[in-house]
């Protein structure tokens, strides 16, 4: 058997239908780790396997003596508004060589004061009502529910394993599940009702009028039976027509658009808000339009007339600086030419003047016509038009897909049909169910009355063989009497050598498997030399080399809880069925050197399948490290206040 898939609706820390959980192994890694704080919803997994599988006998961890119906009102989540819960668990299992894929669907929902709780079983996708109704039987063709304990437990509440007298009732169960000494002991039972029937005494006389008023009641009875199997079959007609009618009415409203004529007033809603977010995207576009953005289309002109501010600006400069020297250069040459210097040196001085006018008349721009400072394009840089075209964008993103919503919205309210023609369907669905609960109850009760009937029938069969029997020679009774009850002696004998057989034979495999378990684990050769199991009472004892026996309290509580860990696993191996191993606090209130123990040696190494429901505490960094060569998968849970619910996501702490 291997899990591939658990999904969770409603129950318990779980609120609403988005938890879902994978653990088939990838390759050869066994390992599916999940992480969650105390209370976050661990062993709310645990429990949702074992309720999945085995419903009203299903070893949880909470429900005590409650009962069943109560139990399950209580596993539905107390913040959700349906008063529903679903599980759902896929598995593989193999048969004959060929690879099955089941899927087990456990619903109930809270009608009243009652609860009302729907199973369904499919078989490699087809639906398989005679699964479905005889489940309970139907599981333990997997894991019987009598030995799940072997395979799902909590690592903190198994120590307790370690004393003789608690681990000798799990022994036996293991034992007889592993044997089959159910069906032994059965038989033997069956024997003894046998021997004591054989031993009532017969009745000397016949009393012939007792006789003829058991035959009249009898005819009596089948007479009042003939019309209530013709009501009876009647109605399963009808029923099964109405159930028909029923499923018809069904069709036509999911073909006519009835699912999406459910969903009108919430797709009408969403319109209105995606209408109102259009809108609102909308109004900032335009507020965008007349600011900046406008801007954007003449960037390269804005660009080219703030160079042209530059220049102008530059150009008025450079003018009065030329306006300002030229009169200077006029009075120095003026002054040469009055303090007598040569010609040669006053035209050398007005040479440079006059290149350095002309210079400088070259700084100013030819074409004025700006007039602006630059300081009014201030802040138009790239940095600006990068963060208007940026904000544009996205408004027109937002734009664009509210726009998208309502068209797809819009469509499928397009495709609403019209009220009074879904009205009709849901009149006809409603008149159809009305009708089918009224032909089940008629047909309970017609049932029952048959049933009834049939039962006092079997009474007067049952009397009258009596009579005749009384009647019988009875020597002849005598003599085939102690034939039978010899017999039947003769087998209990055989049933009784027979099991004790069956039990030394796999008591000495089991006492081996437990013991290489514990070596495995406790790595002190010293400690524990042999197992021996009472084949009367399954009492466990402890050996030393000595051959004395160890008291389990001797040992200390990490080994204690190691050794009740073997036993689950010697057993486990004992069965020889490839079954999931799913441990809740597996490391417990181990010491660092256990905890070491069970990485190394059984986390890897206890199934073909294994999923560790771990605390941060328990399996941290450094142990999911180890274990990390054969971890397949990892998950964390986490509770999340503001939705009032437990989240399964992938990874660890």
């Known amino acids: 058997m291997l899990l591939d898939e658990l999904n969770i609706e409603n129950f318990g820390i779980y609120k609403g239908s988005d938890h879902s959980i ?64 679903m599980l759902e668990l896929f598995f593989y299992h193999h048969n ?34 005679l699964l479905s109704e005889q489940w309970d039987e139907y599981v333990n063709e997997f894991i019987p529910s009598n030995i799940s304990g072997l395979f799902f437990f909590d690592g903190e509440k198994i120590e307790s394993l370690a004393d003789a007298r608690k681990s000798a009732g799990l022994i036996k169960t293991g034992i007889h599940a592993l044997l089959g000494l159910d069906v032994v002991d059965n038989l033997s039972r069956d024997l003894n009702a046998l021997k004591n029937r054989r031993k009532i005494k017969q009745q000397t006389a016949e ?15 089948k007479k009042e039976l003939l019309p209530l199997n013709e009501q009876r079959t009647l109605l399963k007609e009808k029923l099964k027509q109405a159930e028909s009618d029923l499923n018809d009415a069904w069709l036509d409203f999911r073909r006519e658009g009835g699912e999406l004529y459910k969903l009108k007033k919430a797709l009408e809603e969403e319109k209105n808000a995606a209408e109102k977010e259009f809108e609102k995207h909308k109004k900032e576009m335009r507020k965008h339009a007349e600011g900046a953005a406008p801007l954007l289309l003449v960037k390269d002109l804005i660009y080219k007339a703030k160079e042209q501010a530059i220049k102008e600006e530059e150009g008025a400069v450079a003018k009065a600086v ?80 509210f726009q998208e919503k309502i068209a ?22 409603e008149e159809f169910k009305a009708e089918v609960e009224k032909l089940k109850i008629e047909l309970n009760l017609v049932t029952q009355q048959v049933q009834e009937r049939e039962e006092a029938i079997n009474h007067q069969d049952a009397q009258i063989s009596k009579k005749l029997t009384d009647s019988a020679d009875k020597g002849f009774d005598i003599e085939r009497q102690l034939k039978v009850l010899e017999q039947a002696d003769n087998v209990r004998d055989v049933l009784t050598e027979f099991r004790s057989l069956l039990i030394n034979e796999d008591i000495s495999r089991l006492e081996q498997k437990i013991l290489e378990s514990f070596q495995s684990l406790i790595r002190k050769d010293d400690l524990i030399d042999k197992i021996d199991i009472d084949t009367g009472t399954f009492k466990l004892t402890l050996l030393g080399k000595d051959q004395q ?23 486990a191996k004992a069965s020889g069925r490839p079954l999931p191993a799913i441990i809740d606090t597996p490391l417990g209130r181990l010491d660092s050197k256990h905890r070491n123990h069970l990485i190394e040696n059984y986390f890897p190494n206890a199934s073909h399948q294994v999923i560790l429901l771990s605390t941060d505490q328990e399996i941290d960094q450094q142990y999911c490290k180890g274990l990390e060569p054969y971890i397949s998968a990892k998950y964390k849970i986490e509770y999340q206040e503001d939705i009032k619910s437990s989240v399964i996501k992938e990874g660890y702490f």
């Open 22 to 85: 994978f653990f088939t192994p990838r390759g050869e890694k066994n390992i599916i780790l999940i992480g969650g704080l105390n209370g976050g919803g661990k062993t709310t997994l645990l429990d949702a396997l074992q309720l999945v599988l085995y419903g009203k006998h299903a070893k949880t961890s909470n429900r005590g003596r409650m009962a069943y119906e109560d139990y399950l009102k209580e596993t539905i989540n107390r913040h959700s508004r349906h008063k529903s819960a």
């Open 96 to 129: 004959e060589g060929k690879r099955d894929r089941y899927q087990v669907k456990r619903s109930w929902s809270v009608r009243g004061k009652s609860v009302k709780e729907n199973l369904l079983v499919c078989k490699n996708g087809v639906e398989e009502p």
């Open 207 to 221: 009393v012939q009028a007792q006789i003829k008023q058991l035959e009249t009641r009898k005819k009596e009875l």
């Open 322 to 401: 030329v306006e300002s020297l030229s009169v200077r250069d006029s009075k120095l040459l003026q002054l040469l030419e009055a303090a007598g210097a040569g010609q040669e040196a006053i035209a050398s001085a007005r040479q440079f003047v006059e290149k350095d006018k002309s210079e400088r008349l070259k700084q100013i721009p030819e074409k004025t016509y700006l007039n602006v400072s630059p300081e009014a394009f201030a802040g138009l840089n790239d940095e600006f038009f990068s963060g208007v075209q940026s904000q544009g964008r996205e408004l027109k993103q937002g734009y664009d897909e």
């Open 408 to 429: 797809q919205i819009s469509k499928k309210l397009g495709a609403v049909p019209a009220q009074h023609i879904i009205a009709g369907i849901q009149n006809r669905i």
């Open 549 to 571: 026996s160890i008291k389990p309290s001797r040992l200390s509580a990490g080994e204690r809880q190691l050794l009740a860990i073997s036993i689950l696993w010697g057993l």
